[in-house]
């Protein structure tokens, strides 16, 4: 068990700290698998996302430059469909070298903030878009991109997303991936269900409102025996806070 865990009772939970069991009142039950209740958290948090790209870390801000050189050398002249695109960070590095790219995301809030950005016309295209239906999304792509995404991605639907994703890639298309590691004291408390393969985080924003999201983590082989049997040409970088991947998916 994690030093800190929390399991769910009706409107109490059980609340471990350091070894130590606690009784906490008042804390709400999720009856989904998560997807709504991330939904409605990032639509409310689309201001103040961008936070955390702009921490002053040299830690965490060489990982995502090492993320970002793999990213580059990924989308580098490819018709890119990016995943839950966000504020469109990441749209924005990759509109430095992708020929386009198709960024979705499924809050307009958060779109917003990315149409805000000005990123290049001619080669970016933000749509609102679920990332379970990827069918409607329109264009023909070579590469795709999925950063921060898959952890909140519930695990009894993650094979079948990573197989609607890579359909709609095709065959030989690169991906990239990127996502935290489950790093104690971040990112707000780690609790788990009773019964739920899927572990959550409780995440505060700035006006106060508390968020119980779905926050799944992956170690190193926890990725390569997820990732391997799908593609080929697997890299898989690791730093202190987050992981980064590449490959392809596969051909005949
Ligand atoms: C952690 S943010 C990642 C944003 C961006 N990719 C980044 O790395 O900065 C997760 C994003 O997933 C979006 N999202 C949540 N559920 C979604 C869904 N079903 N389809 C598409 N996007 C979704 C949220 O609106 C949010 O922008």
Redesign the pocket.
């Known amino acids: 068990m994690p030093a800190s865990a929390r399991f769910w009772r009706r409107d109490e939970a059980t609340v471990w700290r350091n070894g130590e069991k606690h009784l906490v009142k008042g804390v709400a039950l999720e009856q989904d698998d998560g ?1 709504e209740a ?2 409605r958290y ?2 409310m948090r689309a201001p103040e ?1 961008d936070d955390i790209y702009a921490r002053a870390d040299d830690v965490r801000r060489g990982e995502l430059a090492s993320a970002t050189e793999m990213m580059k050398s990924v989308v580098d002249g490819r018709r890119v469909l990016e ?5 469109g ?2 749209t924005h590095i990759a509109s430095e070298v992708a020929t386009k790219i198709v960024a ?4 307009s809030e ?1 779109l917003d903030v990315a149409g805000q950005k000005k990123l290049r016309a001619d080669n970016v295209t933000f749509i609102k ?4 239906r990827l069918d409607e999304v329109p264009g023909t792509f070579d590469a795709g991109v ?4 898959v952890s ?1 991605v519930p695990k009894a639907r993650l094979k079948s997303f990573l197989s609607a994703f890579h359909q709609r890639l095709g065959k030989r298309a690169s991906v990239f991936m990127m996502d935290n590691f489950n790093t104690p004291g971040y990112g707000g408390e780690f609790l788990c269900k009773p019964g739920s393969q899927d572990t959550f985080k409780l995440r505060e924003l700035a006006d106060g409102s508390k968020h119980t999201i779905i926050k799944n983590y992956f170690d190193t082989n926890k990725l390569r025996y997820l990732f391997a049997p799908v593609s080929n040409q697997l890299v898989i970088g690791s730093g202190t806070y987050y992981w980064w991947l590449s490959y392809v998916t596969k051909g005949d």
Do not use: N, P
Request: hydrophobic fraction near 50%; charge should be negative; aromatic fraction near 26%.
């Open positions: 997807i991330l939904e990032y639509r996302y995943v839950a695109c966000g504020t960070f990441w979705i995301d499924a809050s958060m878009a679920d990332a379970y999925a950063s921060f995404w909140h």
